[in-house]
T-cell receptor, first 114, second 112 residues
Framework: NAGVTQTPKFRILKIGQSMTLQCTQD?????MYWYRQDPGMGLKLIYY???????DKGEVPNGYNVSRSTTEDFPLRLELAAPSQTSVYFC?????????????FGPGTRLTVL | SQELEQSPQSLIVQEGKNLTINCTSS?????LYWYKQKYGEGLIFLMM?????EEKSHEKITAKLDEKKQQSSLHITASQPSHAGIYLC????????????FGQGTTLQVKP
């Protein structure tokens, strides 16, 4: 099992550009999550999904969009990149929402918007 | 909304020393996760606590959840350079949607 994989690992964008961060898991997990991590701020939830075709907003959804067409994939879309979106982005997955279920994290995508 | 506060924010210890990191919640915890992160890498699951008074250990790391379920501590015995990294606590809030909220992290350096 590869677990949770993310691409790319690093990216530099210009203000106003768009990009998609890819996330794939091979554990057949229903729940998937996108977090962003800013220095000294812990992780903040952007969007999450409880299954294919179902997504919902987290704490900081503005400026992002997601889709979940398959169980395995959960891409995160930035439409008009802004410097405030400079961050490290982590994708995670879990089997379900029950307490005790571990969330598995990908290695992260480090994004810089200039 | 529920918040998690970690203390200290950063810690530098000499190799071989013991240390404790605390995670305090503004509301009752329904599950408390500890993760470790090395720079440039993802989060590695350490352990999860659910019941008040519960204590778990993995190698030289012990985590406890207090009886009132609003605070957890992570204790490292005889620290080693391999313990260096960022330690994050994550909690399942009362709404239990599966979403985790996280503390701001504690950066640990271990001097050889």
């Amino acid at each position: 099992n590869a677990g949770v994989t993310q691409t790319p690992k690093f990216r530099i964008l210009k203000i106003g550009q768009s990009m998609t961060l890819q996330c794939t898991q091979d554990m057949n997990h229903n729940y998937m999550y996108w977090y962003r991590q800013d220095p000294g701020m812990g992780l903040k939830l952007i969007y999450y999904s409880v299954g294919a075709g179902i997504t919902d907003k987290g704490e900081v959804p503005n400026g992002y969009n997601v889709s979940r067409s398959t169980t395995e994939d959960f891409p995160l879309r930035l439409e008009l990149a802004a410097p405030s979106q400079t961050s490290v982005y982590f994708c995670a997955s879990s089997r379900d929402r029950a307490v005790g279920n571990e969330q598995f994290f990908g290695p992260g995508t480090r994004l810089t918007v200039l | 909304s529920q918040e998690l506060e970690q203390s200290p924010q950063s810690l530098i210890v000499q190799e071989g020393k013991n240390l404790t990191i605390n995670c305090t919640s503004s509301k009752t915890l329904y599950g408390l996760y500890w993760y470790k992160q090395k720079y440039g890498e993802g989060l590695i699951f350490l352990m999860m606590l659910q019941k008040g008074g519960e204590e778990k250990s993995h190698e030289k790391i012990t985590a406890k959840l207090d009886e009132k379920k609003q605070q957890s501590s992570l204790h490292i015995t005889a620290s080693q350079p391999s313990h260096a990294g960022i330690y994050l606590c994550g909690a399942i809030p009362s709404s239990n949607t599966g979403k985790l909220i996280f503390g701001q992290g504690t950066t640990l350096q271990v001097k050889p």
